[in-house]
């Protein structure tokens, strides 16, 4: 069975500051790693995947994530935090067996910038 | 190209009643899945479609189903609505170019709010 934690249910920083998720996962066979964001009243929205090729992963608007399976981290990060990137991220794991596409998300991380 | 659409956005149904929610997914997806997501138990899979079949299923009551039309469209159906069954239903869509490959990369509606009263 696979399972996702993420530390810190809410996280802030000031605007301009790093942004740090983390994400720890847990899975008997390599995983899929994902990060997503969700706004109000919208649907969540990839921000990077990783599938088992290069360990730093680099996404959408300025977001990377490195794979660490020593740590069975998937940290999110971005060097300096804008105010649109207020939002609830969610980090998801999926195994790579070809019969299991479901994802398993992590409980979310509550992301507030402060001007 | 256009996303994945679901309808309704909003309803409002009471206990003991019965619910049918729409997705179609982003033009050449065949794949379909469907997320229940809820402030106590999160985002929690409810099953997966493809090439109408479903593919798996999450650890929910037989009153939740589903099924996929031949043009992958879906529906999800939840039948006898408890207070419990309150929440965001989220469906995704996925480019799987066959029943063995497992991208995982999903790409989400904006949801039907379902509240139950």
């Known amino acids: 069975a696979q399972s996702v934690t993420q530390l810190g249910s809410h996280v802030s920083v000031s605007e301009g500051a790093l942004v740090l998720l983390r994400c720890n996962y847990s899975s008997s066979v390599p995983p899929y790693l994902f990060w997503y964001v969700q706004y109000p009243n919208q649907g969540l929205q990839l921000l990077l995947k990783?599938?088992?090729?290069?360990?730093l992963v680099k996404g959408i608007n300025g977001f990377e994530a490195e794979f660490k399976k020593s740590e069975t981290s998937f940290h999110l990060t971005k060097p300096s935090a804008h105010m649109s990137d207020a939002a609830e991220y969610f980090c998801a794991v999926s195994d790579q067996r070809g019969s299991a596409r479901q994802l398993t998300f992590g409980s979310g991380t509550q992301l507030t910038v402060l001007p | 190209k256009a996303g994945v659409t679901q309808t309704p956005r909003y309803l409002i149904k009471t206990r003991g009643q019965q619910v049918t929610l729409s997705c179609s997914p982003i033009s050449g997806h065949r794949s379909v899945s469907w997320y229940q997501q809820t402030p106590g138990q999160g985002l929690q899979f409810l099953f997966e479609y493809f090439s109408e079949t479903q593919r798996n299923k999450g650890n929910f009551p037989g009153r939740f189903s589903g099924r996929q039309f031949s043009n992958s469209r879906s529906e999800m159906n939840v039948s006898t609505l408890e207070l419990g069954d309150s929440a965001l239903y989220l469906c995704?869509?996925?480019?799987?170019?066959?029943?063995?490959?497992?991208?995982?990369?999903?790409?989400f509606g904006e949801g039907s709010r379902l509240t139950v009263l």
């Open positions: 995704a869509s996925s480019l799987v170019p066959n029943r063995f490959a497992n991208t995982g990369e999903l790409f």
């Open positions: 990783y599938t088992s090729a290069a360990t």
